[in-house]
Every structure is written in C-alpha cells, then in structure tokens.
Nanobody, 121 residues
Framework: QVHLVQSGGGSAQSGGSLRLSCQAF?????????MGWFRQAPGKERETFAV???????SYAESVKGRFAISRDNAKNSLYLQMNSLKPDDTAVYYC??????????????WGQGTQVTVSS
C-alpha cells in the first residue's frame, strides 16, 4: 500500500519551466516501486509519458523527450518531474503513479491526486 501526495505545477508561459513533486507514504521500501508520470488533457485519454523503474532507468514518450526529466530520490521517498520548454499542448492534469516491482504500462496500482498544469502561449 502506498499513498501519493503531489505538489508543484500551476501556470507557465510557453517556453517556461515547472517542477512537480510526488511524495510517497508507504510501509514498503519505496525503491521497490516503479514510478510514473501521466497526464490527461480535456477530452483526451490519460497519457503515460515518463516512467522510472526500480533500477532508476527513465523512459519517455516522444512528446516530452528532451524537454522533461523524471527522477527519484529513494532516501526521501520522492519522485520529481522537471518540465522545460513547455508548450500549450502540455496543458493537462498531471498524475504520479506507483506500481510494486515492475512497470505495468498504463495499469499502475496507486495514484496521486492530480495537479493542474496550464501553459499559455
């Protein structure tokens, strides 16, 4: 069982930067969780765009590659997302997610509460 609490986000102009954080509260060792960031824009399906596995290997969707960076600090039970060169198309509700032991595509078990990111042109 893990409880995820998100912080950060908000509004930025096109080309700007934002940072998201996700704090995990769990009785199980945090490093055993695959962690991911998802987003959902109005009228669109939830998109998996950044994942970091238990060996701390990141992977990205093409839509964010080279602009976003996912990282984790296992000592702090935390997950981060640094978003640079933001575009209006990045506007969405962003979610962090966790899954024990492996990265399951879109079927993560635990989810954060979501945070709005709005990018204006």
């Amino acid at each position: 069982q893990v409880h995820l609490v998100q912080s950060g986000g908000g509004s930025a102009q096109s080309g700007g930067s934002l940072r998201l954080s996700c704090q995990a509260f769990t009785a199980v060792t945090y490093s055993t969780y695959c962690m991911g960031w998802f987003r959902q824009a109005p009228g669109k399906e939830r998109e998996t765009f950044a994942v970091i596995d238990i060996l701390e290997r990141p992977s990205y969707a093409e839509s964010v590659k080279g602009r976003f960076a996912i990282s984790r600090d296992n000592a702090k039970n935390s997950l981060y997302l640094q978003m640079n060169s933001l575009k209006p198309d990045d506007t969405a509700v962003y979610y962090c997610a966790a899954n024990r032991d492996y990265c399951p595509g879109r079927s993560f078990t635990y989810w954060g509460q979501g945070t709005q990111v709005t990018v204006s042109s």
